[in-house]
């Protein structure tokens, strides 16, 4: 069964510091790992999707990396704002979705 | 275009009661996903569809029914709810690529006390 965990599971930064999330996956048979982020009392919103051929996906101040036969991601935030703060998920596709906890980031004005 | 939406956004039952939440989506997506959001455990699925008509079992199904007669409406049902079903219900829709350009679209939320 794919266990996936992130760490930290909780960061405070202050504003305009560049900061990295981590998510791991017990299995390397993927599809696809997916970034999302959630807002409190909100649903998720999608925000980078990485491939399994892949090694990483940008979007705007946002990075994700892949390295999936050592079972890892990250997802790089650039020059953060207090605007990033938010929950992010990272889940795996290995068919079916599986999440880890997340990580709560609070940036600091 | 409304994306995914949920019905109701809160609810509180007594243990025993009964009900039943609705997933509705526009986007024609063939997959659709239940899954609860507990503090500290992220989403667990509970169960999900892979097209109208179909219903499959996630990693925590017992206590819930699920039934998709339409390819919009994703409906899950607690027959006998329990204070352990407390909890935020996401649902979640997917186009249905099989695999690798999967991503999931979700709605936002409904969050159930059962007392």
């Known amino acids: 069964k794919q266990e996936v965990t992130q760490i930290p599971a909780a960061l405070s930064v202050p504003e305009g510091e560049n900061l990295v999330l981590n998510c791991s996956f017990t299995d390397s048979a993927i599809y696809n790992l997916q970034w999302f982020r959630q807002d409190p009392g909100k649903g998720l919103t999608s925000l980078l999707l990485?491939?399994?051929?892949?090694r990483e996906q940008t979007s705007g101040r946002l990075n994700a990396s892949l390295d999936k036969s050592s079972g890892r991601s990250t997802l790089y935030i650039a020059a953060s704002q207090p605007g990033d703060s938010a929950t992010y998920l990272c889940?795996?596709?290995?068919?079916?979705?599986?999440f880890g906890s997340g990580t709560k980031l609070n940036v600091k004005p | 275009n409304a994306g995914v939406t949920q019905t109701p956004k809160f609810r509180v039952l007594k243990t025993g009661q009964s009900m039943t939440l609705l997933c509705a989506q526009d986007?024609?997506?063939?997959?659709m996903y239940w899954y609860r959001q507990d503090p500290g455990m992220g989403l667990r699925l509970i169960h999900y569809s892979v097209g109208e008509g179909t219903t499959a079992k996630g990693e925590v199904p017992d206590g819930y029914n699920v039934s998709r007669l339409k390819k919009q409406n994703f409906l899950l049902g607690l027959e006998s709810a329990a204070p352990s079903q407390t909890s935020v219900y996401f649902c979640?829709?997917?186009?249905?690529?099989?695999?690798?350009?999967?991503?999931?679209?979700f709605g936002p939320g409904t969050r159930l006390l059962v007392l």
């Open positions: 990485i491939q399994s051929s892949q």
């Open positions: 979640a829709s997917s186009p249905g690529l099989a695999g690798k350009q999967e991503t999931q679209y």
């Open positions: 889940a795996v596709n290995d068919l079916k979705f599986y």
């Open positions: 986007m024609n997506h063939e997959y």
